[in-house]
C-alpha cells in the first residue's frame, strides 16, 4: 500500500496569480461598467437638474412678487384731500337721498302748481299798491308777499280782494305787518303772510 501525504506541498491548491492581461481586462469593463453607470445616472439626473434650475427660477420670480405685494400692502398716508372730497360727496348723497324721499312721499307736493298764486295776485291788484317780494314754501302749502302802498287803507283792501280768489280758499292770511318808511313818508311797506287754514 501505498500512502499519499495530502500534506504535501505539490498536493495543496495554488493560488494562481492573476495575469497582467486578465488585470486589464478586468479594470478595461471596470471603467466600461462605471462609464455606463454614469451615462445612465447623467441621463436620469438631467431633467432632474432642469427642474430645479426652472423651480429656482419660479422661486426668484415669486420671491420678487412677494416684496412688490408686501410693497404694495404696507399702510399709505391717508389724502386729505381725497378724504375731504369724499365726505363732501356723502353729504350730498345724503342730502338728494333726502329730498328725493321728500319727493316721493308727496312731502313737496302741489298738484295746482304755482301759476294760480301769481295769477291770483295780479288779478286782484289794487292800485296804489305794488308787489316787491312773493314768497312760495312748503310745497305751496304756505304763501307770502311783501309789497307798498301809498296808502294804508288799500292794504285791507288788497288783502280782502285776495280772500275772494279761489286758489286762496284753503289758506287764511295770518299775519299782516304794515309800517312806514322813514325815508318814503307817503309810502308804507307792508308784509302778508298766509297759512294752511
Known amino acids: 500500500m501505498?500512502?499519499?501525504?495530502l500534506y504535501q506541498e505539490q498536493f495543496k491548491k495554488r493560488k494562481v496569480p492573476l495575469s497582467g492581461?486578465?488585470?486589464?481586462?478586468?479594470?478595461?469593463i471596470s471603467v466600461a461598467a462605471l462609464t455606463v453607470v454614469q451615462l445612465f445616472s447623467q441621463q436620469a439626473l438631467g431633467p432632474l437638474e432642469a427642474e430645479q434650475a426652472e423651480m429656482s427660477l419660479q422661486m426668484e420670480d415669486l420671491t420678487a412678487r412677494v416684496a412688490v405685494a408686501e410693497q404694495a400692502a404696507r399702510p399709505r398716508p391717508a389724502d386729505k384731500q381725497l378724504a375731504s372730497e369724499v365726505e363732501g360727496l356723502v353729504r350730498r348723497l345724503q342730502h338728494n337721498q333726502r329730498l328725493l324721499q321728500a319727493l316721493t312721499e308727496g312731502a313737496m307736493s302741489n298738484t295746482r302748481g304755482f301759476s294760480g298764486y301769481f295769477e291770483a295776485v295780479a288779478n286782484r291788484h289794487v292800485n296804489g299798491t305794488w308787489i316787491t317780494?312773493?314768497?312760495?314754501?312748503?310745497?305751496?302749502q304756505q304763501f307770502g308777499f311783501s309789497g307798498k302802498s301809498v296808502q294804508p287803507e288799500l292794504v285791507p283792501a288788497?288783502?280782502?280782494?285776495l280772500a275772494d280768489d279761489q286758489v286762496f280758499?284753503?289758506?287764511?292770511?295770518?299775519v299782516l305787518e304794515i309800517e312806514r318808511n322813514e325815508k318814503d313818508v307817503p309810502v308804507i311797506d307792508f308784509n302778508i303772510s298766509?297759512?294752511?287754514g
Open 2 to 5: 501505498q500512502q499519499i501525504n
Open 21 to 28: 492581461v486578465s488585470l486589464c481586462l478586468i479594470l478595461i
Open 133 to 140: 317780494r312773493l314768497q312760495i314754501a312748503g310745497g305751496g
Open 158 to 161: 288788497y288783502l280782502e280782494n
Open 169 to 174: 280758499d284753503d289758506f287764511s292770511f295770518n
Open 194 to 196: 298766509t297759512g294752511n
